[in-house]
């Protein structure tokens, strides 16, 4: 089997366990979403943290032993500012974001379906037709290329890793405590 | 495993898992988990099928070919996996209105159409602006701890909260 091929499959089946787990977080749900936007609900802030904590160990050791390359993507506060902002208010209008969509597709939701799927699509082509401008004048501004938390810092990765895993652990304390 | 028939699992249990998820997407198969550049490409697909081939010479589709690559093919495992999950626990149903939508908004249907529309536009207009998504930016490129991904995570939060307080608090 080619190369190619076989990481088609794997692309598939790395792609049905997420679903399946995003599903059982329930962030196949509007309700969830909308929850952790109205600051009643911290489902999401949950999952991401918890899946950045355990992520970020197991790829920092990976890349220690040299199993790995991790390639942060580049950007700019043209780039990520203005196009998060936009993305934050599609979140909360759709209550899906591009990943949770897919497996709201397949948990049923038809505004997921015959809304916010097209929308979605209409969304990136519009941004493919603009892109040319924007990447003239937009994109460049404050510009910090594929930089990293540990490099702005000047510390070793762990360094980064470390605290980061402590303050989320203080986060889920507090979020327990309040019972939220 | 009786765990495989609940609704719901602990946000910790998922996240956990879809951290160790992380390791073998990148070790496997040397890629991160993303999902907003699939709908682009697809979007560029679409076009191509009415405008034909020209359309491969934007700009944006020579930097992101349009082909069906390894995460589009995440994006429809997603649909799969998450169909699996929802049958497993009988929490498949064809619904058209979330209760929180229905209980601020009514139950009007092309009024939440409406809503996911726009709603969809800009999140893929922004996901492609930010150069990535809640999964791209949020959980992947934050373990990288690229500077990238915690400005345009933060952002993606900062918007949404405050569109969600002036859809579902302040408007309502």
């Known amino acids: 089997m080619s190369t190619k091929l076989s990481q088609m499959i794997w692309g598939l089946l790395f792609g049905v366990v997420f679903g399946f787990l995003l599903q059982k977080g329930g962030v196949t749900r509007f309700d969830v979403i909308i929850g952790q936007l109205l600051l009643e609900d911290f489902t999401v802030v949950k999952i991401m943290l918890s899946a950045v904590a355990v ?47 897919a497996a709201a597709l397949g948990n049923g939701w038809l505004d997921a379906l015959a809304g916010g799927l097209p929308g979605i699509l209409i969304g990136s082509g519009l941004l493919a037709a603009y892109y040319p401008k924007l990447k003239a004048r937009i994109f460049h501004l404050g510009d910090y290329g594929d930089l990293t938390l540990p490099r702005l810092l ?8 470390v605290p980061l895993i402590a303050v989320i652990a203080v986060i889920f304390w507090l979020l327990e405590r309040a019972g939220l | 495993m009786n765990g495989l028939t609940e609704i719901r699992w602990s946000p910790y249990v998922v996240g956990c898992a879809i951290g160790v998820l992380s390791w073998f997407t990148l070790l496997v198969s040397r890629h991160t988990i993303g999902c907003s550049t699939t709908f682009a490409r697809s979007a560029g697909m679409i076009e191509r099928l009415f405008r034909g081939r020209k ?69 893929g207009f922004g996901s492609r602006w930010a150069d990535g998504c809640t999964s791209g930016h949020g959980i ?33």
Not at chain 1, 154 to 161: A, E, R
Not at chain 2, 69 to 90: C, N, T
Not at chain 2, 96 to 112: F, K, Y
Request: proline share 4%; net charge positive; hydrophobic share 55%.
């Open chain 1, 154 to 161: 000047k510390v070793n990765d762990w360094l980064v890793v």
């Open chain 1, 55 to 101: 992520g970020s160990i197991g790829i920092h050791l990976m890349k220690g032993f040299g199993w790995v390359q991790i390639k942060p993507k580049p950007g700019s506060w043209g780039r990520n500012a203005p196009g998060g902002l936009l993305f934050g208010i599609g979140f909360a209008l759709l209550g899906y974001c591009p990943g949770t969509i």
């Open chain 2, 140 to 172: 992947s490129g934050a373990m990288q701890l690229a500077v990238s991904s915690w400005i345009s995570a933060l952002c993606f939060f900062a918007g949404g909260i405050s569109a969600a307080f002036l859809l579902f608090r302040v408007i309502a």
């Open chain 2, 55 to 123: 359309v491969e010479q934007k700009a944006y589709y020579q930097e992101y070919k349009l082909v069906v690559d390894w995460q589009w093919m995440l994006v429809i495992g997603m649909i799969i996996g998450a169909f699996i999950a929802a049958r497993l626990s009988g929490d498949f149903a064809w619904r058209w209105i979330p209760d929180t939508w229905a209980s601020v908004h009514g139950g009007n249907i092309p009024l939440r159409l409406l809503s996911a529309l726009v709603g969809g536009i800009c999140l």
